[in-house]
């Protein structure tokens, strides 16, 4: 009972001081974090960030410069191939071979990954992840004439087919139209109780959408690693309000009025906006719409200038060189 205790507390996927040097550069920079079943890690980055080199460096495709990959403790560059059993990977531009029909190439995927099983079940196994994944409607087509949205679903079938604790998607949406992300998405939120899942992005709105924890990485450094809702509370107009007036002439005697009523708030006044920043970001946004209300102004819409992740992240980002 207490070794498996011992060995439940060990479920996850680590990255122990992860370094990637090509040549004399370092792309991945001492990078450490752990991520444990239940947790669904966006990994955030620009372009040349280190995301991929990262990823490949867990999966064990890539062997790091120093530092280490592990798997429930175990060291993934010792033990590859029973490390790799309980990890699915999508990776970067995914090598799917591409003169294979998609059910030829699930079947070869599942002989590799469910040697144990019978023809019967493997087939099971296939058709199924084919239907999770909306792909069994081109089952029959090669890869090489698929869209980029089914390939991708292709990937992430692969990916998922001897059920994973750890899955590690590297881009998982890119290149799909938005209603192919949003099944992608939900795909990744139905698989996310049980699993611990790392999925990289550039896009910010899919850490809303997938994730409750992110790590942004700029220049192969980890530069913060937090709850989505604490990183959107990073950003300087969080709980900010914005009015946008029906009148350009009101700008002035509003702007005053607003000054007196909240003389904390940062208040500035565009020809027909005015944006109340409050002190230490506090929930004023409901005063000021009754206050603007009392005052019978006359304002076309109320706008909330905070939440957008994406600036966040160019605040955090902006000094790192983007490749
Ligand atoms: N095989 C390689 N040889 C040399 N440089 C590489 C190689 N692979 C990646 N890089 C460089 O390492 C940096 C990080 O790449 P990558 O991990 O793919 O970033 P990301 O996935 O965040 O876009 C980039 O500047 C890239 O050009
Ligand atoms: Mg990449």
């Given at each position: 009972m207490y070794r498996l205790n011992a060995l439940a507390s060990q479920a996850m996927i680590e990255a122990l001081d992860l370094t990637k040097y090509y040549g004399s550069r370092?792309?991945?920079?001492h990078v450490s974090f752990k991520v444990s079943p239940g947790e669904v890690l966006g990994f955030l980055g620009p372009n040349g960030a280190g995301k991929s080199t990262t990823m490949k460096m867990l999966t064990g495709f890539l062997h790091p410069s120093s530092g280490e990959a592990r798997i429930d403790g175990v060291r993934v560059s010792s033990d590859a191939v029973n490390t790799r059993r309980h990890l699915g990977y999508l990776p970067e531009n995914g090598p799917l071979?591409?003169?294979?029909?998609v059910r030829e190439f699930i079947d070869f995927i599942a002989r590799v990954r469910l040697p144990d099983q019978t023809p019967e079940q493997r087939q099971s196994a296939c058709e199924g992840v084919m239907q999770t994944c909306h792909i069994d409607t081109v089952?029959?087509?090669?890869?090489?004439?698929?869209s980029k949205g089914f390939r991708q679903r292709v990937g992430v079938a692969q990916a998922i087919l001897h059920d994973p604790r750890y899955l590690i998607l590297d881009?998982?949406?890119?290149?799909?139209d938005p209603n192919q992300k949003q099944e992608v998405r939900q795909l990744i939120r139905r698989m996310s109780g049980s699993k611990a899942i790392i999925l990289s992005t550039h896009i910010l709105e899919e850490v809303d959408a997938m994730c409750n924890r992110v790590i942004i990485i700029a220049a192969g450094k980890i530069i913060a690693d937090e709850t989505p809702d604490a990183l959107r509370r990073?950003?300087?107009?969080?709980n900010g309000i914005t009015l946008r007036l029906?009148?350009?002439?009101?700008a002035q005697n509003i702007s005053t009025a607003l000054r007196s009523r909240f003389p904390a708030a940062k208040i500035a006044c565009s020809a027909n906006a005015i944006e109340v920043l409050p002190e230490n970001h506090e929930p004023i946004g409901l005063e000021v719409l009754n206050f603007a209300h009392a005052s019978q102004w006359k304002i076309d819409r109320f706008d909330r200038p905070d939440a957008r992740l994406d600036e966040v992240f160019r605040e955090l980002t902006s000094s790192s060189p983007v490749s």
């Amino acid at each position: 009972m207490y070794r498996l205790n011992a060995l439940a507390s060990q479920a996850m996927i680590e990255a122990l001081d992860l370094t990637k040097y090509y040549g004399s550069r370092c792309v991945v920079d001492h990078v450490s974090f752990k991520v444990s079943p239940g947790e669904v890690l966006g990994f955030l980055g620009p372009n040349g960030a280190g995301k991929s080199t990262t990823m490949k460096m867990l999966t064990g495709f890539l062997h790091p410069s120093s530092g280490e990959a592990r798997i429930d403790g175990v060291r993934v560059s010792s033990d590859a191939v029973n490390t790799r059993r309980h990890l699915g990977y999508l990776p970067e531009n995914g090598p799917l071979y591409e003169e294979m029909t998609v059910r030829e190439f699930i079947d070869f995927i599942a002989r590799v990954r469910l040697p144990d099983q019978t023809p019967e079940q493997r087939q099971s196994a296939c058709e199924g992840v084919m239907q999770t994944c909306h792909i069994d409607t081109v089952a029959n087509q090669t890869i090489d004439t698929l869209s980029k949205g089914f390939r991708q679903r292709v990937g992430v079938a692969q990916a998922i087919l001897h059920d994973p604790r750890y899955l590690i998607l590297d881009e998982p949406t890119d290149g799909l139209d938005p209603n192919q992300k949003q099944e992608v998405r939900q795909l990744i939120r139905r698989m996310s109780g049980s699993k611990a899942i790392i999925l990289s992005t550039h896009i910010l709105e899919e850490v809303d959408a997938m994730c409750n924890r992110v790590i942004i990485i700029a220049a192969g450094k980890i530069i913060a690693d937090e709850t989505p809702d604490a990183l959107r509370r990073r950003h300087p107009k969080h709980n900010g309000i914005t009015l946008r007036l029906a009148s350009e002439n009101d700008a002035q005697n509003i702007s005053t009025a607003l000054r007196s009523r909240f003389p904390a708030a940062k208040i500035a006044c565009s020809a027909n906006a005015i944006e109340v920043l409050p002190e230490n970001h506090e929930p004023i946004g409901l005063e000021v719409l009754n206050f603007a209300h009392a005052s019978q102004w006359k304002i076309d819409r109320f706008d909330r200038p905070d939440a957008r992740l994406d600036e966040v992240f160019r605040e955090l980002t902006s000094s790192s060189p983007v490749s």
